[in-house]
């Protein structure tokens, strides 16, 4: 049997996504799970909170509250966890649409950041791009991400865990005629993007069903 880990930037399980990972996959795939923030108790996720900072990262606890999080104090935690993982598993998926270029790993490890933009990439020349991302803290690196796919991207907020505003953002983004919207996050999910969908007429990119599908492509 394959075994694929998730390595989620927050804590795990990451009930919200791997449900969606399971319908794709076959059911001979064992999936095992480990957070950036498993170790640490509730005094300590105070001090990976992001305080004025602007190299952030948004996820999800256990309980479902959302947390923000400073970047530079979340990568040692997140290597730490993906060297455990490694050892128990065939290959890594990475639950974060973030570039995280400092991970090392001795195991296939997917970064869905790179496989995203790869197939944006890859359908049209320059298309007009729009984001939907979790934070309008997040806006900078995010276009960073991007700028080498489209020299043409318009931003949205809505935030998956916070319960953002799609309706705004799916009508934000129709206004300014993109060629395509991005939920830009593993923390969306496909009744996000079909709202979206159906509110801009615009076709939506949901990573997390694009990642499934690729990683399938190696068991």
Same mark, same amino acid.
């Given at each position: 049997?394959?075994?694929?880990?998730?390595?989620? @930037?927050?804590? =795990?399980?990451?009930?919200? @996504?791997?449900?969606?990972?399971?319908?794709?996959?076959?059911?001979?795939?064992?999936?095992?799970?480990?957070? !950036? #923030?498993? =170790? #640490? /108790?509730? !005094?300590?996720?105070? $001090?990976?909170?992001?305080? /004025?900072?602007?190299?952030?990262?948004? =996820?999800?606890?256990? %309980?479902?509250? $959302?947390?923000?999080? $400073?970047?530079?104090?979340?990568?040692?935690?997140?290597?730490?966890?993906?060297?455990?993982?490694? &050892? !128990?598993?065939?290959?890594?998926?990475?639950?974060?649409?973030?570039?995280?270029?400092?991970?090392?790993?001795?195991?296939?490890?997917? +970064?869905?950041?790179? @496989?995203?933009?790869?197939?944006?990439?890859?359908?049209?020349?320059?298309?007009?791009?729009?984001?939907?991302?979790?934070?309008?803290?997040?806006?900078?690196?995010? *276009?960073?991400?991007? &700028?080498?796919? =489209?020299?043409?991207?318009?931003?949205?907020?809505? $935030?998956? +865990? %916070?319960?953002? /505003?799609?309706?705004?953002?799916?009508?934000?983004?129709?206004? +300014?005629?993109?060629? *395509?919207?991005?939920?830009?996050?593993?923390? +969306?999910?496909?009744?996000?993007?079909?709202?979206?969908?159906?509110?801009?007429?615009?076709?939506?990119?949901?990573?997390?069903? #694009?990642?499934?599908?690729?990683?399938?492509?190696?068991?």
């Amino acid at each position: 049997m394959n075994k694929v880990g998730f390595l989620t @930037i927050g804590q =795990s399980p990451r009930s919200d @996504i791997t449900p969606t990972f399971k319908e794709i996959f076959h059911k001979d795939i064992e999936i095992v799970e480990r957070g !950036a #923030l498993d =170790s #640490l /108790n509730e !005094a300590q996720l105070l $001090s990976v909170i992001a305080r /004025n900072e602007k190299n952030i990262c948004a =996820s999800r606890l256990r %309980d479902g509250r $959302s947390i923000i999080m $400073s970047r530079r104090k979340l990568l040692p935690l997140l290597q730490n966890e993906l060297s455990k993982l490694e &050892q !128990a598993v065939d290959m890594v998926v990475v639950l974060s649409t973030d570039d995280l270029p400092t991970l090392t790993c001795g195991k296939p490890i997917f +970064y869905p950041n790179r @496989i995203v933009t790869q197939a944006v990439s890859a359908m049209a020349e320059k298309p007009k791009i729009g984001l939907i991302i979790p934070l309008d803290e997040q806006r900078r690196s995010k *276009l960073k991400k991007w &700028q080498e796919v =489209s020299d043409d991207i318009t931003v949205a907020v809505a $935030s998956p +865990y %916070d319960y953002g /505003n799609f309706k705004e953002a799916a009508r934000y983004l129709k206004d +300014y005629r993109v060629d *395509l919207i991005i939920l830009d996050c593993m923390g +969306y999910n496909d009744e996000h993007r079909q709202f979206v969908r159906t509110e801009s007429g615009i076709f939506t990119i949901l990573p997390r069903t #694009l990642v499934a599908r690729m990683v399938l492509e190696y068991l």
